[in-house]
């Protein structure tokens, strides 16, 4: 590959790697007997090297809270040992993200399945990204908690499908997930929302018109006065008949 990715802190890289080297019983030496998971201890030397080489890699120390656990799936390591060829500095140690709880809970039970990849198409092979910042920013799922999901893994060299300065794709069993990262991230700050400005009333950005009335006289009424005819027969009867 002409510009093959390479670790971006090498001092920190090779203090995770010294920690998950195979000893003489086949199995990392940071394992602790059986193959349950462990969360490990934030004051212990582990715990210190992985979360350093996340902070590192994903540009941001803010992060609220982190809680890491070891995964011990001696199967699937096994698988992964056949691949490594016992050359410890055949390895990488690199990050994944999954979309989904059941995607992830499958990686840990089965390990990585290229069978199920997406990118590149069915069989292509798994992704893998140097630095944590590359799975942080939309590959990795928050559970209902708000808390952020990803895998901490060891990837070697023996099957490389793609190989760049940000991400490296291997075939099958070419990768074990060593570690869970689970993480809570700041919220982000907002601005200060400004309080809108409501436009003018309609009516004060009509125009506006002035009516004149001009008054007008009151007309008296005319008194009218009835003069001879049938009146004056009438009233003359009225009176002599007294009423």
């Known amino acids: 590959f002409p510009n093959p990715g390479k670790p971006s802190y090498p001092e920190t890289h090779k203090r995770l790697i010294k920690l998950i080297s195979p000893g003489p019983d086949g199995i990392p030496g940071c394992w602790q007997g059986g193959v349950c998971d462990h969360v490990v201890s934030n004051d212990s030397e582990e715990y210190k090297a992985v979360t350093d080489y996340f902070v590192q890699t994903v540009g941001r120390k803010d992060h609220k809270w982190m809680e890491l656990t070891r995964l011990q799936n001696a199967g699937v390591y096994k698988r992964y040992l056949g691949k490594l060829r016992n050359d410890s500095s055949n390895e990488t140690v690199m990050f994944h993200g999954c979309r989904s709880q059941s995607n992830e809970d499958s990686i840990r039970s089965i390990g990585f399945q290229i069978a199920r990849c997406c990118s590149g198409g069915q ?3 798994t ?5 944590a910042s590359y799975s942080d920013s939309g590959y990795a799922f928050d559970d209902h908690e708000g808390v952020r999901h990803l895998f901490i893994c060891v990837v070697c060299y023996t099957e490389v ?3 760049n300065s940000i991400m490296r794709v291997v075939g099958q069993d070419c990768a074990y997930p060593m570690w869970l990262l689970r993480y809570e991230r700041p919220r982000p700050v907002l601005p200060p929302r400004s309080l809108p400005v409501s436009p003018l009333p309609v009516y004060r950005s009509l125009p506006v018109f002035t009516v004149r009335f001009k008054p007008t006289k009151r007309r008296k009424r005319k008194k009218h006065r009835v003069h001879g005819g049938c009146w004056d027969g009438l009233l003359a009867n009225a009176v ?3 009423r």
């Open 161 to 163: 499908v793609q190989d």
């Open 123 to 125: 069989n292509y092979g």
């Open 240 to 242: 002599r008949n007294g």
């Open 127 to 131: 992704w893998f990204a140097y630095n």
